[in-house]
């Protein structure tokens, strides 16, 4: 069965830390993995990866994918509490068309 | 309209009744979906469409219908309510050639009572 795993379930960190947010997956056929940023309502895309070791960067986040381990990380640097948020992992895959959601990473930066 | 909007933003619904919830974007995206959003579950496929004029199932269509008659709109209609459908219900969009990266609708919320 399709799966996407992201740990851990809830991180509390102080601004200024770095945060590392992790998203495994067992899927056939993949085709990419996304990061997305839920804040109250709607996700936000916030990254897709489909080579691997190719890091992709924005400002004080970014994600890197291994498709030989099967996994991603997403990294927040010197985190600010506009950080606090869902963060969701997604892949998808080629063939029969899927759009797998992981259950989410909850992050909270306190002041 | 700029972006992507859904509409109602909530509702209560009795069960039995036939609910519509409606989509439209402005940004000529090719691509448009519909998921749920339960607790503990995540962001779920309901239906996708991948141009006009074409639909697809995804991973929890049952319950579910959708249509695709024009590039903004892409309603998802509920024949029969059930509480079991008491979810939050996000539509989202994608650009030609870039299908995966998807962008999301403020949700709607509803309960089925």
């Known amino acids: 069965e399709d799966k996407v795993v992201q740990s851990p379930l809830s991180l509390v960190v102080h601004e200024g830390d770095t945060v590392t947010l992790n998203c495994s997956y067992e899927v056939t056929n993949f085709r990419s993995l996304l990061w997305y940023k839920q804040e109250k309502k709607a996700p936000t895309f916030l990254f897709m990866l489909?080579?691997?070791?190719i890091e992709k960067k924005s400002g004080r986040l970014s994600s890197i994918l291994d498709k030989k381990e099967l996994f991603s990380i997403l990294n927040i640097t010197a985190t600010q509490t506009g950080d606090s948020a869902v963060y969701l992992c997604?892949?998808?895959?080629?063939?029969?068309?899927?759009?797998?959601f992981g259950t989410g990473t909850r992050l909270k930066v306190l002041a | 309209i700029a972006g992507i909007t859904q509409a109602p933003t909530s509702q209560i619904l009795a069960a039995g009744r036939r609910m519509t919830l409606r989509c439209t974007q402005d940004?000529?995206?090719?691509?448009m979906y519909w998921y749920r959003q339960d607790l503990g579950l995540g962001l779920r496929l309901i239906h996708y469409?991948?141009?006009?004029?074409?639909?697809g199932k995804g991973e929890v269509p049952d319950g579910y219908s959708v249509s695709r008659a024009n590039t903004d709109d892409f309603p998802l209609t509920l024949a029969s309510a059930v509480p079991s459908q008491t979810s939050v219900y996000f539509c989202?969009?994608?650009?030609?050639?870039?299908?995966?990266?998807?962008?999301f609708g403020p949700g709607t919320r509803l309960t089925v009572t």
């Open positions: 469409s991948n141009t006009a004029g074409t639909t």
């Open positions: 489909t080579s691997s070791g």
């Open positions: 989202a969009s994608a650009p030609e050639h870039r299908a995966d990266e998807q962008y």
């Open positions: 997604a892949v998808t895959t080629s063939g029969t068309y899927k759009y797998i």
């Open positions: 940004m000529r995206h090719n691509a």
